[in-house]
């Protein structure tokens, strides 16, 4: 995959109104992570309740969702991600309204505990839908979503506060009012999405849970998660400020998860690789938590500390859940149960069990479990290093099956003999050297599947002709991580199948040709620097792609395969088609950078 736009619009912010309702839904969604951090001590304060008691609206809301996330596969997989998406905003909507209307702390936990069960449906369903929906093509999608992750983040505990200094009940009506909005917009405006072909099982997401990548990545993000939600949801008890205070400086932590979640964690990932960067930024979160636990006394101290844990936060989010993606060899939807069900358990106990400890013990010691916590899965996720390099470090190389290609007749195939034949690579490509005889340096087609493809084909196959040199076709089947969620730019059926299509065209042509099929986990640049690796090790003479399609913010926020490409190939880089770089973007052409 290379076209950073898939035949869609230019700018990942001009797209269909059924896009931007379920946007809205996710700002409103992802607001929520910090929502009712401000209203926590008024809640004691105003229901005579104990922290504990406060603290089980983290505990019900998490641990239903954990268990939730087991089943959202198999709604979603038998009445479509639509219906489901539906369903999980309904019952949000209802949850959030009764939570605002009880007048007891047990009646607004159990009330959070339906709520959970929505966000769960929704969360497993939002990046899908949208995905499906947008017109600004994959990439685009990926940056509207990551866009309104940020922005829902950041403001959570502003609106928060600012509501909650009116009534403690003024963020859950408030979330009731928005995500009402939200609901009539889905239902209006997003066009109903097919049902899979597969159906899923209730048993997948625990069963995958036997793979060893799967079950340390899990394990390593239920410590994280007991130490992030003890700093989340028990610090405003100890920092004693007043609700608009306390939401400002939740506001800050919120940015700062946005800023590194979205910029920062992919290039620190790619100039370190992600164990290395886990390995440190879990080490900062732990030393953050020892501060914490050791000044709690200290205002201010307790302010910055919170504020800075946003950056860890932030980077955590991002890397592990690609590191989930990377070494689970399963499929993604069940990857993201599976990884989801363990990781919301550590952070749904930790805020309950702090209050606890705090209350036998001191203040001091839930952060000093925390940290342990923390460093623990330090720990773990060493057990883990090797699967996370080789798979980053892995082509990847996955050829559709001969069976696909079809082969032509003899009858068909007599009329020219000596013409060359297309075949799928079957193994992992071999790097050429230079220094060893052999095969002519080959044409580096990369091709998608949007329209423009076939264009690009046909350009490749040309210079091929002229040169007197073999074609290897290239598809990068992309797996986008999207900070805490992760979605599939396609099928594995439908990325063989682009490569079949492609092979047989240059066949048709007279062209010898090998089809490659790659798989990416990461941003929409790992897709341009995965082909440049190609590339090298194939000792390409050139790389044909076609025009980016879109830049500016998009390519801010999720980098161009192709500028990655031109930027990291080590041969001449042929672009076919409307030019991203240079001249009229709406007009077709050519041009050949080095």
Known sequence: MVNDGHAGAASPFRQPKAVWAVAFA?????????????????????????????????????????????????????????????????????????????????????????????????????????????????????????????????????????????????????????????????????????????????????????????????????????????????????????????????????????????????????????????????????????????????????????????????????????????????????????????????????????????????????????AVAVVLGIVVLTRGHSLIAAAEGAEQDQAPPASKLAVPSAAEAAPAPARPTATLRLDAATPMSSSEPGPARPILIAVDGAPTANDVCAAGAELAVALGAPVDILHVAETDVAVEDAVDAESPDAASAAVTEHVEQLAALGVTAAGHLLRVVGDHGDVGRRIATFAEHRRARMVVVGAPRHGGFAGLLDASASAQLVRHAPCDVHVVGPLGFVGDPSAPGEETMG
Not at 43 to 69: G, H
Not at 224 to 250: E, K, R, S, V
Not at 276 to 285: C, G
Request: proline share 5%.
């Open 26 to 370: 996710c700002v409103v969604s992802f607001m929520g992570i910090g929502l009712v951090d401000p209203i926590l001590p008024a809640l004691a304060k105003d229901l005579k309740a104990s922290p504990s008691s406060v603290e089980l609206l983290f505990t019900s809301y998490l641990v239903i969702t954990a268990v939730a996330m087991l089943v959202t596969g198999w709604v979603s997989s038998r009445i479509g991600a639509k219906h489901t998406l539906v369903a999980g905003l309904v019952l949000i909507v209802v949850f959030s309204a009764l939570a605002g209307s009880s007048h007891s702390i047990n009646g607004i936990v159990e009330m959070r505990a339906g709520w959970g069960i929505g966000n769960a449906l929704f969360i497993a369903t939002s990046l899908a839908v949208i995905v499906a929906s947008a017109s600004g093509g994959f990439a685009g999608a990926i940056v509207l979503y990551e866009t309104a992750l940020g922005v829902g983040i950041g403001l959570g505990p502003l609106v928060g506060g600012e509501l909650g200094g009116i009534s403690w009940r003024g963020p859950f009506f408030g979330v009731t009012v928005l995500m009402s909005i939200s609901l009539i917009a889905t239902l209006v405006l997003v066009d109903r999405t097919p049902r899979p072909a597969k159906r899923t099982s209730i048993r997948e997401p625990i069963t995958a849970l036997r793979h060893r990548g799967l079950a340390i990545m899990s394990v390593t993000a239920l410590c994280y998660n007991w130490g992030f939600f003890t700093l989340l949801a028990y610090t405003p008890f100890p920092m004693h400020l007043g609700i608009h205070q306390l939401g400002y400086t939740f506001t800050g932590w919120g940015m700062l998860v946005g800023i590194f979640a979205v910029f920062v964690a992919p290039r620190l990932q790619r100039r370190f690789g992600t164990p290395r960067t886990l390995y440190v930024n879990l080490a900062l979160l732990a030393a953050d938590l020892v501060v914490i636990a050791a000044f709690t006394t200290s205002k201010t101290t307790l302010i910055v500390a919170v504020i800075v844990s946003g950056a860890f936060v932030g980077l955590n989010n991002t890397l592990t859940t690609q590191a989930v993606m990377l070494v689970a060899p399963v499929e993604r939807p069940i990857a993201s149960a599976s990884y989801g069900f363990v990781r919301f358990i550590g952070g749904g106990l930790a805020p309950y069990v702090a209050a606890k400890l705090a209350a036998h013990f001191n203040i001091h010691v839930p952060f000093y479990l925390g």
